[in-house]
């Protein structure tokens, strides 16, 4: 390794081993090693999709492996552990399982999660056969299912006296994709009764209830409680350190350690971008993630998603033209079909609503529940929770609030929401139609075209006027629509000038030659009220707008676009009227 090169940025990397000695560079979390020991022996973490959490206990397994203990200062020599070691390093055999690897397919599954066990035993059987007696792997092969491999080797070591840290990472992995994909039915074969899974579950259970075990420690990850609750009947063989404040930080990056991170580059010359500028790029699209009530002040960024954005700028010398990783996206896409596992509009659609109208809900957030109970509101806004698409913003009035943490998952609750109405055959929209028109909208100063075909097909569509009576509903309705086109990043609720402007379009960065950015006010009459007070709606709008429009942060955010002013006036569902007020010159154009 050349100690005067540039570390490689980990993207896509897990593989701690292998990151430490090819000098890629690793935000460090050997700190919380002390606070992991002292915790308990058998923990559980949920944390999102591509949290880095594979990471994590990737290093966990080379700190605690009993054959690294003459490699310490190779792997850990440039982190904070190496001058704070603990008692227990280089202590244990270390047995791992990753049930991503799992086939979920329903006539493969148990023949899979065999294989998967088998092949992680025999790993085990051949990593660490020198500290067993002659025969051991031969006698351990001799078994002939996973369960009963795994009490052999427990019983074995026990006797030896040797120690095990158990790792299982994505415990829940197949579980969610049967249970989105083929239904509560095949879920239950593998997770109650005598499924093979609630089984394996129930070994564990044995393996860490007994004196002298040598099963002494454990270590799941997952995205959701579901699962465990449902294979251990209420999660009782560990700690849950999933809300707790001491692991807020545990996986993802704090804006201290991006901030390291950025300067560490930018020192060496390899970024273009100030840090400054790439970290309030970053912020909007990956930040604001509370896995505490008690860390409000400590926001986390996806992990992933900012070594995406940092793997662009320092090999092409500019962040990505896309702001989400494909890979993001394709996540998103499989947790929609598992919050949707009934595929229609029930009782928990309405709460998809309210979280895109407000950007927020509140609710009680739940440590375990079943699958059958995963329905309940509650339930399911932990739910939401648990895979990242809400995050901890407050309490209040003794709930908890949860938010919507960033553009990345605003995106997908729109997406949520309008592929919802067209399953259903709602509503729906032409894709390619809207997308003309928001052409004509961002090159030509041509708007009215774009709502107007809103309009039409709210006219045309009529199941869909139930679910866009009053105000709220509509703005929720804009905010799905209109973000279905690329030409802007639609921002609701946009703070300026001392308020909140309903809609701002600002214009994608990843566009540089858009020529119009809008700040829309959207106003509402009761169907009860007077026409007359169609023309005070509108001058309301044009004097909110004038006001958002002198604050400075449109002018630092608008690039090289000309900023219009324009005004959506609905009564029910109907537009009643629409208005662009000129900024400069305080004059207005009526239709």
Same mark, same amino acid.
């Given at each position: 390794?050349?100690?005067?090169?540039?570390?490689?940025?980990?993207?896509?990397?897990?593989?701690?081993?292998?990151?430490?000695?090819?000098?890629?560079?690793?935000?460090?979390?050997?700190?919380?090693?002390?606070?992991? =020991?002292?915790?308990?022996?058998?923990?559980?973490?949920?944390?999102?999709?591509?949290?880095?959490?594979?990471?994590?206990?990737?290093?966990?397994?080379?700190?605690?492996?009993?054959?690294?203990?003459?490699?310490?200062?190779?792997?850990?020599?440039?982190?904070?552990?190496?001058?704070?070691?603990?008692?227990?390093?280089?202590?244990?055999?270390?047995?791992?399982?990753?049930?991503?690897?799992?086939?979920?397919?329903?006539?493969?599954? =148990?023949?899979?999660?065999?294989?998967?066990?088998?092949?992680?035993?025999?790993?085990?059987?051949?990593?660490?056969?020198?500290?067993?007696?002659?025969?051991?792997?031969?006698?351990?092969?001799?078994?002939?299912?996973?369960?009963?491999?795994?009490?052999?080797?427990?019983?074995?070591?026990?006797?030896?006296?040797?120690?095990?840290?158990?790792?299982?990472?994505?415990?829940?992995?197949?579980?969610?994709?049967?249970?989105?994909?083929?239904?509560?039915? =095949?879920?239950?074969?593998?997770?109650?009764?005598?499924?093979?899974?609630?089984?394996?579950? &129930? /070994?564990?259970?044995? !393996?860490?209830?007994?004196?002298?075990?040598?099963? +002494?420690?454990?270590?799941?990850?997952?995205?959701?409680?579901?699962? #465990?609750?449902?294979?251990?009947?209420?999660?009782?063989?560990?700690?849950?350190?999933?809300?707790?404040?001491?692991?807020?930080? !545990?996986?993802?990056?704090?804006?201290?350690?991006?901030?390291?991170?950025?300067?560490?580059?930018?020192?060496?010359?390899? !970024?273009?971008?100030?840090?400054?500028?790439?970290?309030?790029?970053?912020?909007?699209?990956?930040?604001?993630?509370?896995?505490?009530? +008690?860390?409000?002040?400590?926001?986390?960024?996806?992990?992933?998603?900012? !070594?995406?954005?940092?793997?662009?700028?320092?090999?092409?010398?500019?962040?990505?033209? $896309?702001?989400?990783?494909?890979?993001?996206?394709?996540?998103?896409?499989? #947790?929609?079909?598992?919050?949707?596992?009934?595929?229609?509009?029930?009782?928990?659609?309405? /709460?998809?609503?309210?979280?895109?109208?407000?950007?927020?809900?509140?609710?009680?957030?739940?440590?375990?529940?079943?699958?059958?109970?995963?329905?309940? +509101?509650?339930?399911?806004?932990?739910?939401?929770?648990?895979?990242?698409?809400?995050?901890?913003?407050? /309490?209040?009035?003794?709930?908890?609030?949860?938010?919507?943490?960033?553009?990345?998952?605003?995106?997908?609750?729109?997406?949520?929401?309008? $592929?919802?109405?067209?399953? =259903? &055959?709602?509503?729906?929209?032409?894709?390619?139609?809207?997308?003309?028109?928001? *052409?004509?909208?961002?090159?030509?100063?041509?708007?009215?075209?774009?709502?107007?075909?809103?309009?039409?097909?709210?006219?045309?569509?009529?199941?869909?006027?139930?679910?866009?009576?009053?105000?709220?509903?509509? *703005?929720?309705?804009?905010?799905?629509?209109?973000?279905?086109?690329?030409?802007?990043?639609?921002?609701?609720?946009?703070?300026?000038?001392?308020?909140?402007?309903?809609?701002?379009?600002?214009?994608?960065?990843?566009?540089?030659?858009?020529?119009?950015?809008?700040?829309?006010? /959207?106003?509402?009459?009761?169907?009860?009220?007077?026409?007359?007070?169609?023309?005070? #709606?509108? $001058?309301?709008?044009?004097?909110?707008?004038?006001?958002?429009?002198?604050? $400075?942060?449109?002018?630092?955010?608008?690039?090289?676009?000309?900023?219009?002013?324009?005004?959506?006036?609905?009564?029910?569902? +109907?537009?009643?009227?629409?208005?662009?007020?000129?900024?400069?010159?305080?004059?207005?154009?009526?239709?």
């Amino acid at each position: 390794m050349e100690q005067n090169s540039i570390k490689g940025i980990p993207y896509g990397l897990s593989d701690y081993e292998s990151l430490t000695r090819d000098n890629c560079y690793y935000v460090d979390k050997t700190h919380f090693i002390p606070l992991i =020991e002292q915790e308990a022996r058998y923990l559980f973490l949920i944390r999102p999709r591509r949290f880095g959490k594979t990471l994590l206990i990737n290093m966990l397994a080379a700190y605690y492996d009993i054959n690294n203990a003459d490699h310490f200062k190779e792997l850990f020599g440039e982190r904070w552990i190496y001058e704070h070691p603990t008692a227990l390093r280089a202590k244990f055999m270390i047995l791992r399982f990753n049930f991503s690897a799992v086939n979920s397919t329903p006539g493969r599954l =148990e023949e899979s999660f065999e294989e998967h066990c088998t092949g992680r035993l025999v790993e085990f059987a051949d990593k660490y056969e020198h500290l067993f007696q002659p025969g051991f792997r031969q006698e351990l092969m001799s078994r002939t299912t996973a369960s009963t491999r795994l009490d052999y080797i427990n019983s074995t070591a026990s006797r030896l006296r040797l120690r095990i840290y158990l790792i299982i990472d994505e415990y829940d992995n197949f579980t969610n994709t049967i249970l989105s994909t083929f239904g509560k039915d =095949e879920y239950r074969k593998a997770t109650h009764g005598e499924g093979f899974f609630r089984y394996f579950f &129930n /070994v564990l259970k044995f !393996l860490t209830s007994g004196n002298g075990m040598a099963l +002494e420690r454990m270590f799941i990850t997952g995205v959701s409680p579901i699962t #465990l609750d449902d294979v251990t009947s209420g999660f009782n063989i560990g700690t849950n350190i999933t809300t707790s404040p001491l692991f807020n930080a !545990l996986v993802g990056f704090t804006e201290t350690e991006l901030r390291t991170m950025l300067e560490y580059y930018r020192d060496r010359g390899a !970024l273009t971008m100030g840090v400054e500028e790439m970290i309030a790029d970053m912020k909007p699209w990956y930040d604001n993630y509370h896995f505490s009530e +008690e860390c409000l002040n400590e926001s986390m960024y996806n992990s992933d998603m900012t !070594l995406y954005y940092m793997n662009s700028c320092l090999k092409l010398g500019k962040k990505p033209r $896309e702001m989400v990783d494909t890979n993001i996206r394709t996540d998103y896409n499989k #947790l929609r079909h598992l919050i949707r596992i009934d595929h229609e509009l029930d009782a928990n659609f309405s /709460v998809i609503r309210e979280i895109v109208e407000n950007g927020r809900t509140s609710g009680t957030i739940s440590s375990a529940f079943s699958v059958e109970k995963m329905v309940d +509101e509650n339930n399911f806004k932990s739910l939401l929770y648990y895979f990242g698409l809400l995050s901890i913003r407050g /309490v209040e009035e003794g709930e908890t609030v949860l938010a919507i943490p960033n553009n990345t998952v605003r995106e997908q609750f729109y997406n949520y929401l309008t $592929e919802a109405y067209a399953d =259903e &055959n709602i509503f729906s929209l032409n894709i390619s139609t809207l997308g003309k028109l928001a *052409k004509e909208m961002a090159y030509r100063a041509d708007w009215q075209p774009l709502f107007t075909y809103i309009a039409t097909e709210l006219e045309k569509q009529s199941r869909i006027r139930e679910f866009i009576d009053g105000e709220a509903h509509v *703005k929720g309705f804009l905010l799905a629509y209109l973000n279905m086109t690329n030409f802007y990043q639609l921002m609701p609720e946009y703070e300026l000038g001392k308020g909140y402007a309903d809609f701002y379009f600002r214009p994608n960065p990843q566009i540089s030659d858009i020529r119009y950015a809008y700040l829309m006010e /959207v106003k509402y009459l009761k169907r009860d009220e007077p026409e007359s007070r169609i023309a005070t #709606l509108k $001058e309301e709008a044009r004097t909110q707008l004038l006001k958002y429009a002198s604050d $400075e942060i449109v002018a630092q955010t608008i690039g090289g676009a000309q900023l219009k002013l324009i005004t959506i006036v609905f009564r029910g569902w +109907e537009i009643v009227g629409m208005e662009e007020t000129d900024k400069l010159f305080n004059e207005k154009r009526d239709s």
